[in-house]
């Protein structure tokens, strides 16, 4: 991830991410090997006191997932831990 230039890449190839995936990478980036909770996720992306159903976090990490994965259905660097949230392990 290259912060400066605004641009994500996996092996070498450009990853096309939105605005919001940009900032869900580099939060998990920031918090590397530490739990964060959905709430915790809400505050960080969206602010504190904005509301956001859990529906719509699962989406938008799953997004993610889906560019930043080599097999999605098996994440190996962004890691749910049922009742606790994300651990980002890369």
Request: net charge neutral; charged share 25%; with cysteine.
């Amino acid at each position: 991830m290259d912060c400066d230039r605004g641009e994500v890449r996996r092996g070498g190839e450009h990853l096309e991410v939105t605005a919001l995936e940009f900032r869900l990478l580099l939060m998990f980036l920031e918090n590397r090997g530490k739990i964060l909770g959905i709430d915790r996720i809400i505050e960080l992306i969206w602010g504190a006191g904005t509301f956001q159903s859990d529906q719509v976090v699962y989406t938008h990490i799953n997004n993610l997932r889906g560019k930043i994965e080599p097999a999605p259905a098996q994440p190996r660097y962004i890691i749910s831990l049922r009742g606790l949230g994300y651990r980002f392990d890369g």
